[in-house]
């Protein structure tokens, strides 16, 4: 599957933007899909993972109650929420799917496919 993210840009604290990842293919679902970021000068992080039905989620702890990721399979796409953002927030943010397996995951190496990234910047 090949991956497109968008949305990003500049946004003030305690604003929101909604980040999208269209994918190609006739498979979207059967991807399990998340979202990391990479701050610069650091590693890629965990953000949000949502299994293949799109029933369960789960999320960061620092983004947690202020992030929802969500996937609609008629777009093929998929979607992150952010509200209430703050300075700490600010990164390239990435999408990825997973091609098997029924659950959630939190860890970069559990994904086969990446899109290229968006910039999100948050100034205080």
């Known amino acids: 599957v090949q991956l497109q993210a968008s949305g990003g840009g500049l946004v003030q604290a305690g604003g929101s933007l909604r980040l999208s990842c269209a994918a190609s293919g006739r498979t979207f679902g059967s991807y399990a899909l998340g979202w990391f970021r990479q701050a610069p000068g650091k590693e890629r992080e965990f953000v949000a993972a949502?299994?293949?039905?799109?029933?369960?989620?789960y999320y960061a702890d620092s983004v947690k109650g202020r992030f929802t990721i969500s996937r609609d399979s008629a777009r093929s796409t998929l979607y992150l929420q952010m509200n209430s953002l703050k300075p700490e927030d600010t990164a390239v943010y990435y999408c990825a799917a997973r091609n098997s397996g029924y659950y959630y995951y939190t860890r970069v190496n559990d994904y086969d496919s990446w899109g290229q990234g968006t910039q999100v910047t948050v100034s205080s």
């Open positions: 949502i299994t293949q039905s799109g029933c369960y989620t």
